[in-house]
């Protein structure tokens, strides 16, 4: 777990806000970059990923830019709804396929 | 609805109970995992069955066992548990064989223990 630091701890963004959520990582085994969405009540839902050979990747208002060689990656989500208030998790995967989370990060977005 | 279910949803038991968690999958996928989550804290990685085979175990202590009876089905059995393990166990499947593959999450099961 202490290989991938994720920040902030919690965030608080009024709605049509943007919200960024980064992670950092230590291990170059890495190969895979997703992020994790967790209501409560519920487990994990995969957000949105990105493999390392791409440095963005764009899916509806939900944004993952990566730094290879600064060994971290980023969630932004544009025009932040009340409905993303959740939980996020980085969770990058190494080649033997095991996943590392990170801390979580806490997600208000205030009407 | 999510493609992997778990059962029970919640599950009440002393310390002396002996109970079991269900997971299932008929995604075709052939690696499964189990994880601990406490409130506000990531899911730990338990076990990881890859092709029924136990493949990853955290060093996790024995009052927990695993068990894997075909590539569907993940058990967690659970005997003379303490109040610490009152968590949210969630059960994960995700495709082997194919590089970059995410993890399918089911809803969990919340344990308390008396």
């Known amino acids: 777990q202490q290989q991938v630091k994720q920040s902030p701890q919690s965030l608080i963004v009024q709605k049509g806000g943007i919200s960024i959520i980064n992670c950092a990582y230590e291990?170059?085994?890495?190969?895979?970059f997703p992020w994790y969405q967790q209501f409560p009540g519920k487990g994990p839902a995969l957000l949105i990923a990105i493999r390392p050979d791409v440095s963005e990747k764009k899916e509806g208002r939900f944004t993952i830019s990566f730094n290879k060689s600064a060994k971290q990656f980023s969630l932004h989500i544009m025009d932040s709804q009340p409905g993303d208030s959740a939980t996020y998790f980085c969770a990058p995967q190494n080649t033997g396929n095991q996943f590392y989370f990170g801390t979580g990060t806490s997600l208000t977005v205030i009407p | 609805d999510t493609e992997v279910t778990q059962t029970p949803k919640h599950l009440v038991m002393g310390m002396t109970n002996k109970k079991s968690l269900k997971c299932e999958q008929h995604?075709?996928?052939?690696?499964m995992y189990w994880y601990k989550q406490k409130a506000k804290k990531p899911p730990e990685l338990m076990f990881v069955?890859?092709?029924?085979?136990?493949?990853i175990n955290e060093s996790v202590p024995s009052r927990f066992s695993p068990e894997c009876p075909n590539s569907s089905l993940l058990n967690l059995h659970l005997h003379a548990l303490q109040p610490e393990d009152s968590a949210l166990y969630l059960c994960?499947?995700?495709?082997?064989?194919?590089?970059?593959?995410?993890?399918?999450f089911g809803d969990g099961t919340r344990l308390s223990i008396l």
């Open positions: 994960a499947s995700s495709q082997t064989g194919v590089r970059n593959q995410p993890q399918h």
């Open positions: 291990n170059t085994a890495f190969d895979y």
């Open positions: 995604m075709g996928h052939r690696a």
């Open positions: 069955y890859s092709y029924e085979k136990l493949s």
